[in-house]
């Protein structure tokens, strides 16, 4: 599983850096950048719990 970020939708909220701080970084800029890719079978649920969480629904999973 793949994580994209859309950098132009990304306000810098940082859900789901604070959900998952080992797959997400909020940059010094404020735009997400997934850290980890491709996701794991074994970290999917706090993954998918980071994307719905983001506000502006600028994450998803492919």
């Known amino acids: 599983m793949k994580i994209f970020a859309d950098r132009a939708v990304c306000e810098g909220h940082g859900m789901c850096e604070a959900l998952a701080p080992d ?9 997400v950048v997934p850290l980890a890719d491709p996701v794991s ?6 993954i998918e719990l980071a994307v719905d969480s983001c506000p502006v629904q600028a994450l998803r999973l492919g």
Request: aromatic share 6%.
């Open 23 to 31: 797959v997400f970084r909020v940059g010094d800029d404020g735009i």
């Open 41 to 46: 079978a074994s970290g999917r649920a706090l």
